[in-house]
């Protein structure tokens, strides 16, 4: 069993839905936990990082981390277009390692 | 210009060869990372160096080698390229301490036939 869980999808939603990306994780020591975001052909980029327990948000972006269940959740509002790409979730483990889940490619249809 | 380059950015080869991907940063990071990426598996950390003299070997170590030429020369080896090594790989970099943000460069597809 991988440390971070994602599901793959695809998932393909009609702009303006509200997106919802979900990751579990399996070690509890570590509470620093990061989304990126890749676009097709790009390098993944840093979107939105949290820590420990609850929400974060920015703009149309919430983050959020529910210790007791170990799940970490991406929500985006009002979806666009530009926001089709691969979500990864990321977990800062030891010695500033990343732990990566599998990515999820989504695709907001106009 | 790009803080994060890699090179070449696409290259085929064949089973047996020996192939060396390279990435360079121009952002002053100490820290570089290689890693793989699978179409289901996501990332997977091949090799990390925390400076010049210090390299440590990732999750998926094995068919690889690394070499940290400066601070901000960081070189993946395939010795004798095997077809399950075909993938995309990203270099990565990142400050000591600080928040974990890593940057990445744009990748390098490899196929190995």
């Known amino acids: 069993q991988k440390e971070v869980e994602q599901d793959p999808g695809p998932l393909s939603v009609p702009e303006g839905a509200i997106v919802s990306l979900n990751c579990t994780y399996s070690n509890s020591a570590f509470q620093y936990f990061m989304w990126y975001r890749q676009y097709s052909r790009k390098g993944p980029e840093l979107l939105m990082y949290t820590y420990s327990s609850g929400n974060k948000e920015d703009g149309r972006f919430t983050a959020q981390v529910d210790k007791s269940s170990k799940y970490i959740s991406l929500f985006i509002r009002d979806s666009q277009p530009s926001d089709s790409a691969t979500y990864l979730c990321?977990?800062?483990?030891?010695?500033?390692?990343?732990?990566f889940g599998q990515g999820t490619r989504l695709t907001i249809n106009p | 210009d790009a803080d994060v380059t890699q090179t070449p950015r696409n290259r085929i080869t064949k089973t047996g060869k020996r192939i060396m991907l390279e990435c360079s940063q121009t952002k002053g990071h100490d820290r570089m990372y290689w890693y793989r990426q699978d179409p289901g598996l996501g990332l997977q950390l091949i090799y990390y160096?925390?400076?010049?003299?210090?390299?440590n070997k990732g999750e998926i170590s094995d068919g690889y080698s690394v070499s940290r030429q400066a601070q901000a020369k960081f070189s993946l080896s395939l010795e004798s390229a095997i077809p399950n090594q075909t993938a995309l790989y990203f270099c990565?970099?990142?400050?000591?301490?600080?928040?974990?943000?890593?940057?990445f460069g744009p990748g390098t597809r490899l196929t190995v036939l």
């Open positions: 160096s925390f400076d010049v003299k210090d390299i």
């Open positions: 990565a970099t990142s400050t000591a301490g600080g928040d974990n943000e890593q940057f």
């Open positions: 990321a977990q800062a483990g030891g010695a500033q390692k990343l732990v």
